[in-house]
């Protein structure tokens, strides 16, 4: 079982930045990818950016690559997603999930059935 807690949303402008953050429980961490999903009022839920249990590879939605970069801390059980340049387009609500399942040291799945657990999510609102 994996437990999750996402922080760090909220309301920004056009072009700023924000550093989101997940907080992780759970004997199953370590050896999980873990990736950031997000949903807009209306649409379903898409694949934003994964990052490997290793931590060495990562996989990013067209829409955000060059914008967003994903990281994670084993030691404290932590994910991050730094985004920035954010566009209205970018607001939603932004989700943290784990998966059950074994995975090799560098996979980064991107389908949303692959992701077992998730957090409550984070409001992000992009607007002047």
């Known amino acids: 079982q994996v437990q999750l807690v996402e922080s760090g949303g909220g309301l920004v402008q056009p072009g700023g930045s924000l550093r989101l953050s997940c907080a992780a429980s759970g004997r199953t961490f370590n050896s999980s990818p873990m990736a950031w999903f997000r949903q807009a009022p209306g649409k379903e839920r898409e694949f934003v950016a994964a990052?490997?249990?290793?931590?060495?590879?990562?996989s990013y939605a067209d829409s955000v690559k060059g914008r967003f970069t994903i990281s994670r801390d084993n030691t404290k059980k932590l994910v991050y997603l730094q985004m920035s340049n954010l566009k209205p387009e970018d607001t939603a609500i932004y989700y943290c999930?784990?998966?059950?399942?074994?995975?090799?040291?560098?996979?980064?799945?991107?389908?949303?059935?692959?992701?077992?657990?998730w957090g409550q999510g984070t409001q992000v609102t992009v607007s002047s």
């Open positions: 999930g784990a998966t059950s399942r074994t995975y090799s040291i560098i996979s980064t799945p991107t389908g949303l059935s692959n992701y077992a657990y």
């Open positions: 990052i490997s249990w290793g931590g060495g590879r990562t």
